[in-house]
């Protein structure tokens, strides 16, 4: 599964999204020459828009990731209820005070596999911290468009640059834990 090979990325993702980026830093310092030639740098007026439009996509995927978290949640308390009115149904015998059904006699859906091992704690910390590393990187993106700490157009063109790529890792890692989720509650085809 790619989730074994991907293990210590989502066991620290904010640390391994500040390693990424830093190294995707020095490469775009080591290598500015040659992507000089290619890309022409900003102006100041573009990375304004630049830090509105990261604004305004990072609290976007803020309240998606939100929403993605509080389905997971709902789910779970549905699901729970769901077990506890199924157990509280449960035929005893009633010359023995012992349960008819027994947990061997019970295949365990996909969704209590889920929902009663560590892998859902896992799925909503990994969520969680992607919404706490976006919230920062808004903060300091508000922090310098608000003129709090000023930055030249090279500073603050790296800077953009590396909120983008955390940005993006922040989706890529959200994406994939929720395919794995989806994968628990779509039918088997």
């Not at 830090?51 to 997971?72: E, K, M, N, R």
């Not at 300091?140 to 709090?148: M, N, R, S, T």
């Not at 922040?170 to 994406?175: C, G, M």
Request: glycine content about 6%.
């Amino acid at each position: 599964m790619k989730v074994d090979k991907l293990q210590w990325y989502f066991d620290y993702p904010i640390l391994c999204d500040i390693l990424i980026v830093c190294l995707g830093v020095i490469l775009t310092f080591i290598f500015k020459n040659q992507i000089g030639q290619i890309f022409d740098y900003p102006s100041s007026v573009e990375l304004d828009g630049f830090g509105t439009l990261i604004l305004t996509v990072s609290a976007t995927l803020i309240g998606f990731l939100l929403t993605i978290i509080t389905v997971i949640v709902t789910f779970r308390n549905g699901f729970s209820q769901q077990v506890l009115q199924d157990k509280s149904e449960e035929v005893i015998d009633e010359n023995e005070g012992i349960p008819i059904d027994t947990v061997f006699d019970k295949s365990l859906s996909k969704e209590e596999q889920f929902y009663d091992s560590d892998l859902y704690k896992y799925v909503v910390h990994v969520l969680i911290s992607s919404v706490i590393e976006l919230g920062v990187l808004s903060f300091g993106v508000l922090v310098v468009k608000f003129g709090i700490i000023d930055l030249s157009i090279f500073v603050l063109s790296y800077f953009y640059l590396s909120i983008f790529m955390i940005l993006s890792l922040a989706v890529f890692r959200s994406f994939i834990l929720f395919k794995y989720y989806l994968k628990v509650h779509t039918p088997d085809v």
